[in-house]
């Protein structure tokens, strides 16, 4: 059987298994982890620990734009966190405040939020969800009361003279069964079903569905500058994001083998 280690992982750092005696080997989870690259670790703590902290998230951030940057794929003077209306004013003599966070750091942090928080909410990573089906009832009419809606519940007859018709005296009631309305309708909750449908919020991929305008609002583009200089390069990121992570994985499996087989000769 293989063993999940970012599940594992995930585990060893919530923080109800922090509370818990039973798991022994908690610390040999995280001392694997340990070894793995900075950015990697952070990334596991992040997406599978759910640790989620401001402190995690600013490092990973200028780990990421610092790869960015040294990539070769960016002009630094392109990126600097300046438009070209304040470098207009700069080269006219007046002063300019830079951004707080240049266009890279903005870059590295929306790739990071999108790559840690990847799956669908709608299906929760499934691909599908349940849908309730009910039939449309059929109505059918009712034999108790000959689809009239009434019943009979007492009559007398008069006693008849020669040569004419018998005369009685009849009292009607609503019919107990289809209740005045001459047909039975089944009960449609007896006859509910649940399907499951392809998730119409990720197309069955189980991923969240990209949002375009939200990657420029945070970028601080527009959506047209958006889609011509930093679609493709969004794309590109969350690749390495993954060979970072599986890189990760790679080194704690070799670390967590290495401390099975150190105790099993002990």
């Known amino acids: ?95 300019v405040e830079r951004s707080a966070a240049d266009i890279v750091e903005r870059f590295a942090r929306r790739v990071i939020v999108e790559w840690v928080a990847d799956v669908c909410v709608t299906c929760s990573g499934r691909g599908k969800v349940a849908v309730s089906v009910s039939a449309v009832p059929t109505p059918t009419p009712c034999r108790a009361c000959g689809s009239t809606g009434r019943v009979l519940i ?30 039975l309708y089944p009960d449609s909750s007896t006859r509910a079903a649940v399907r499951t449908d392809v998730c119409p919020s990720c197309s069955g991929t189980g991923k969240a569905k990209v949002d375009h305008p939200a990657r420029a609002h945070a970028l601080g583009v527009s959506l047209d500058v958006y889609r011509r200089r930093w679609e493709d390069r969004f794309h590109g990121m969350l690749a390495v994001l993954d060979r970072i992570d599986a890189r990760a994985g790679d080194v704690v499996s070799a670390q967590m083998r290495r401390g099975s087989l150190q105790s099993e000769r002990s």
Request: include cysteine.
């Open 154 to 183: 007492y009559e007398m007859v008069l006693p008849s003279v020669p040569l004419t018709r018998a005369f009685a005296i009849q009292e009607h009631d609503r019919c107990p069964a289809c209740h005045g309305r001459r047909y």
């Open 1 to 95: 059987m293989r063993i999940d280690y970012k599940e594992q992982a995930g585990i060893a750092m919530s923080a109800r298994t922090q509370l818990a005696d039973s798991v022994s080997d908690r610390q040999v989870t995280l001392g694997a982890l340990a070894f793995a690259d900075e950015l990697g670790a952070i990334l596991w703590r992040m997406k599978y620990g759910q640790d989620v902290k401001r402190a995690g998230m600013k490092r990973a951030t200028l780990l990421l734009a610092s790869k960015v940057r040294s990539s070769g794929k960016f002009n630094r003077a392109r990126f600097t966190g300046i438009d070209k209306a304040a470098k207009r004013e700069r080269n006219l003599g007046g002063e």
